[in-house]
């Protein structure tokens, strides 16, 4: 169980269009997603909290009208990264919180962004 | 500042050999501490967490509170052990700061 999907996998577009990462909870729901960018030998950075049914929290230096976040279910939340730049080529990667005794996170498998 | 620290970048050890992969962390609360691994080609899974003090794998790892460090362990090293291991403190909110990450290469 606890099984988190990221769609798409990978993805390449031109500079100045904008692309959408899907993340779902496969068979949980989950009210609290986070998502993490990754760049090349590089660790985890949380860009932001996704709340089902409310705005999303940002963390500093993330800019909010970049990178817009739509949580509108208990299994779906969605990163729209808007008029993409090469600079936002990255490794984006979802979690999910399941409620539970320690509301463990698990992670989605990732999404990699190439921006041309 | 809040922020995890895992100063090697590579370790590599024969199998059989005892491991330990080193994290420090900066936090001014009571830190949540974990250690999640990411094997070639899977997703980042949690390895185990300071709180539920299980081993996992035949890993350990303790929370030293006053060199703040949560330093993972395990005694004898095997082929399957090679990954990517991250150290991670929750920051609150279940929010998770990750360390840079070590890895762990084990040579037959």
């Known amino acids: 169980g606890a099984v988190v999907s990221q769609h798409p996998s990978w993805v390449i577009c031109k500079s100045g269009t904008s692309v959408k990462i899907e993340c779902r909870s496969l068979d949980f729901q989950a009210t609290t997603m986070f998502w993490y960018r990754q760049f090349p030998k590089q660790s985890l950075m949380l860009m932001a909290t996704s709340n089902e049914g409310s705005k999303a929290t940002y963390e500093q230096g993330v800019e909010k009208d970049k990178f817009l976040i739509n949580h509108a279910s208990l299994t779906l939340s969605t990163l729209t990264v808007t008029s993409a730049h090469p600079e936002d080529s990255s490794f984006y990667i979802c979690?999910?919180?399941?409620?539970?005794?320690?509301?463990?996170?698990?992670f989605g498998p990732g999404t990699r962004l190439t921006v041309l | 500042a809040q922020r995890v620290t895992q100063p090697e970048k590579l370790l590599s050890v024969f199998k059989g050999a005892p491991v330990e992969l080193k994290c420090n962390y900066s936090y001014s609360g009571s830190p949540e501490l974990f250690w999640y691994v990411q094997y070639s080609r899977q997703r980042l899974q949690l390895l185990l967490r300071?709180?539920s003090r299980e081993s996992i794998k035949g890993f350990t790892a303790d929370l030293n509170k006053g060199e703040t460090s949560f330093h993972l362990k395990k005694p004898f090293a095997q082929e399957e052990d090679s990954a990517m291991y991250y150290c991670a403190l929750s920051g609150g909110y279940n929010k998770l700061i990750f360390g840079a990450g070590t890895r762990l290469a084990v040579h037959p």
């Open positions: 979690s999910a919180e399941a409620r539970g005794p320690y509301n463990e996170q698990f």
């Open positions: 300071h709180i």
